[in-house]
Nanobody
Framework: QGLLAESGGGSVQAGGSLRLACVVS????????LGWFRQAPGKEREGVAA???????VYADFVKGRFTVSRDNAKRTLYLQMNNLKPEDTALYYC???????????????WGQGTQVTVSS
């Protein structure tokens, strides 16, 4: 198991929900900034949601109102609650960590292996 380990992916129908979790094993300072990213086949990796320390989270426009990111520092876990899923949300979802606040940019230092989310119509 790596420094970041995602879980919770699966297959759902459109309109369904999933909750992703990422256990973060890097030290707290190195994980000041945590983010969720996704990559669909043939497409570039894109930022979904990110949270820096206690600042308000940031979201990509295409998930606003549907996804919620949260972190439980005591459990060293990052979550992504995904509601009203759409077929276009189908992708491999990654979590990432860094000490710098990269927001939705892909410049994070630490990455997990990803968990697959498949949404059928």
């Amino acid at each position: 198991q790596g420094l970041l380990a995602e879980s919770g992916g699966g297959s759902v129908q459109a309109g369904g929900s999933l909750r992703l979790a990422c256990v973060v094993s890097v030290d707290s300072y190195s994980a000041s900034s945590l983010g969720w990213f996704r990559q669909a086949p043939g497409k570039e990796r894109e930022g979904v949601a990110a949270i820096y320390e206690e600042w308000p989270p940031v979201y990509a426009d295409f998930v606003k109102g549907r996804f919620t990111v949260s972190r439980d520092n005591a459990k060293r876990t990052l979550y992504l609650q995904m509601n009203n899923l759409k077929p276009e949300d189908t992708a491999l979802y990654y979590c990432a960590a860094d000490r710098d606040n990269w927001g939705l940019r892909t410049r994070y230092k630490y990455w997990g292996q990803g968990t697959q989310v498949t949404v059928s119509s």
